[in-house]
């Protein structure tokens, strides 16, 4: 294949991406946040995919706080509004694969987070550094890792609003909505596509060397 010749993986992905994210965004009001010092802005521009509600110990550790609230969203839709951008800050995770943790360099806040087998394609927002309207729009889609809730944590009125409460994950087609798994199913032929071509330029640097 020519170098300059696009895999025909990479323009079906881009199109099919372009096709159902464009339906998302038609009616959509962009959601905005900011960290406590509003030196970092952000918008987000697409419904998220999904907003999880993790139990675990390990969000608990890392927000000092008893669940973290992680709205997913693809990093296309994801937007830094301000001038300064944020640092980025290696924890480790339970998978193994770590996370990069994006911080404003003033106060420090936490804005988001991607981990980092997934190759920044995806972008974990913090939930709770949308503006007011941005919280009132977003309520957890499921409840994860609940075997490790605290215990005067209620979930009564999840539980009736309909919102699975699991101890453990989940399979994303089991919890994600149809449209959500679309996307996410076209970004995965994107980011598939994107992994063959590092793997062919690889391929070509090697032959080169030698």
């Not at 087998?117 to 957890?140: E, H, I, M, N, S």
């Not at 979930?155 to 994950?169: A, F, Q, W």
Request: some cysteine.
């Amino acid at each position: 294949m020519p170098s300059h010749q696009v895999p025909s993986g990479l323009i079906s992905a881009s199109i099919i991406t372009f096709s159902i994210l464009a339906l998302s965004r038609k009616t959509f009001t962009p959601l905005k946040g900011h960290c406590t010092c509003k030196t970092i802005t952000y918008e987000v521009v697409a419904p998220f995919l999904v907003t999880n509600c993790c139990h675990c110990t390990w969000c608990q550790r890392e927000t000092g706080t008893v669940f973290v609230l992680n709205a997913i969203i693809e990093t296309s839709n994801f937007r830094i509004t301000s001038e300064t951008k944020p640092v980025f800050v290696y924890i480790p995770s339970a998978s193994g694969d770590g996370q990069m943790i994006a911080r404003c360099p003033t106060c420090y806040v936490a804005l988001y987070g991607d981990y980092v087998g997934d190759g920044a394609w995806t972008t974990f927002v913090k939930a709770g550094t949308l503006d007011d309207d941005g919280k009132k729009r977003v309520k957890p889609d499921v409840h994860i890792f609940t075997s490790t809730k605290m215990d005067w944590v209620d979930l009564t009125s999840e539980r009736e609003r309909g919102v699975p409460i699991l101890e453990k994950g989940y399979k994303r087609e089991d919890v994600w909505s149809r449209e959500a798994n679309e996307r996410f199913a076209a970004l995965k032929l994107k980011m598939d596509a994107a992994k063959k071509v590092e793997e062919m330029a690889d391929q070509g640097k090697a032959y080169i060397e030698v």
